[in-house]
């Protein structure tokens, strides 16, 4: 058993993350940030690959006061369970994640790990170790299922989102598109990773809603189950 994983993202119109030197652009705007702050207080965990801690060292936390309320009247921490993808534990100990704010992190490594490395991060975290070389996610998802885990939030970047994509392990997706052009054939996309080829079968999806937000638009996609290429 896993969670119901859903993926938030905000790219360009050209359909970047960020820019070619990997630095994070303020895409959407403030009803956005409002929208992606409920779906993080509304969700059991929230999940990054190691690439987004080390470029944007993001807390991961729930901004709003009252959504933190919520989350405490409801008898949940103020924020969800953070989750790091990072097989060799080469996060900061003084990253945001593990220094703002109460609640429970989890650090999804592989078996590669040093088990000094291991100790020390253990000190910070719940350290989960799921596959040898990289990070076995359908283990690590069935880990976080058996920790209460039902809704899982992941916010990137490319390449944990391919690797989610390829293995089928994504079931919504959120994606905001802002009105810039990043450009660059080395910025980060929605997925990166190796790609499809052509005759392998893509992830198909419907499209559940398209709206206005700010001065871009907001696309709701929900996974098929598997379907042929096009
Ligand atoms: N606009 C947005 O919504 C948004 C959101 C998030 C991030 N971003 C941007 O995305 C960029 C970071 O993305 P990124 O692609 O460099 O890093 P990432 O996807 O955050 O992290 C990738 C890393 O996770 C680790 N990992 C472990 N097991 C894995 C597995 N099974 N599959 C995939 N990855 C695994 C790998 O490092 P190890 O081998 O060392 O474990 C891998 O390099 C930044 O520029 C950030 O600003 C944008």
Redesign the pocket.
């Known amino acids: 058993m896993r969670p119901h994983v859903t993926v938030n ?3 360009s119109a050209d359909g970047k ?2 820019t070619k030197e ?1 630095r ?1 652009v303020k ?1 959407s705007g403030n009803a956005d940030f409002i929208r992606v702050d409920e779906l993080k207080a509304g969700s059991d965990a929230v999940m ?5 801690i080390i ?2 060292d993001p807390s991961l936390t729930v901004k709003s006061e009252e959504l933190k309320r919520g989350r405490v009247s409801r008898g949940l921490d103020e924020h969800p369970i953070r989750v790091i ?4 534990g ?1 996060i900061p100990v003084n990253a945001a994640v593990l220094c703002k704010g109460p609640g429970t992190r989890v650090i999804g490594c592989a078996e590669v790990i040093d088990p000094k490395v291991r100790s020390s991060l253990e000190s910070h975290a719940t350290v989960i170790i799921a596959g040898k070389e ?2 076995d ?1 359908e283990g690590l998802l069935c880990q976080l299922y058996g920790m209460g885990v039902r809704d899982l939030m992941v ?7 391919w ?1 989610m994509f390829e293995r089928g392990l994504v079931d919504e997706m959120f994606q905001y598109v802002g009105n810039m052009v990043i450009g660059g054939r080395d910025s ?1 996309t929605p997925a ?1 990773g190796e790609g499809f080829c052509i005759n392998d079968l893509f992830v198909m999806m419907d499209l559940m809603e398209c709206v206005r937000i700010d001065e871009g638009v907001l696309l709701h996609w929900r996974m098929r189950p598997s379907a042929p290429a096009p």
């Open positions: 993202i905000a790219m993350l960020s990997r994070q895409i990054v690959g190691i690439g987004t470029a944007d993808v990072d097989s060799r080469r990289k990070v996610l916010e990137g970047g490319g390449t944990l989102l690797s980060p990166d």
